[in-house]
Nanobody, 124 residues
């Protein structure tokens, strides 16, 4: 089993930056693809970014050029650096992980492990 705990959310203004962290524990050596998803009120959970074990990345078009996903293997921590934040980025952000090498990184049902989420609110 893998446990994921997000942190770093908060209330910021449009244009600000924020860094989310996802601390992993348990069978972390089994993790392959890791990702970030978000869910706004009344909306479905949507893909934000993913990072493969070999270092490949993928981003939603809405965050490309503004968000950066990275991982510190020594600390078993996944990060999401967010800059130029917009009100439409407001959502609960979830960390996810899969023990499998995924073909479709953007599909939430491909991921086995999820954190509890951290709220990000961007005011205009």
């Amino acid at each position: 089993q893998v446990q994921l705990v997000e942190s770093g959310g908060g209330l910021v203004q449009a244009g600000d930056s924020l860094r989310l962290s996802c601390a992993a524990s348990g069978r972390t050596f089994s993790m392959n693809t890791m990702g970030w998803f978000r869910q706004a009120p009344g909306e479905e959970r949507e893909f934000v970014a993913a990072l493969g074990r070999a270092g490949g990345t993928d981003y939603a078009d809405s965050v490309k050029g503004r968000f950066t996903i990275s991982r510190d293997n020594a600390k078993n921590t996944l990060y999401l650096e967010m800059s130029s934040l917009k009100p439409e980025d407001t959502a609960v952000y979830f960390c996810a992980a899969s023990s499998r090498v995924l073909t479709f990184w953007t599909r939430s049902n491909e991921y086995e492990y999820w954190g509890q989420g951290t709220q990000v609110t961007v005011s205009s």
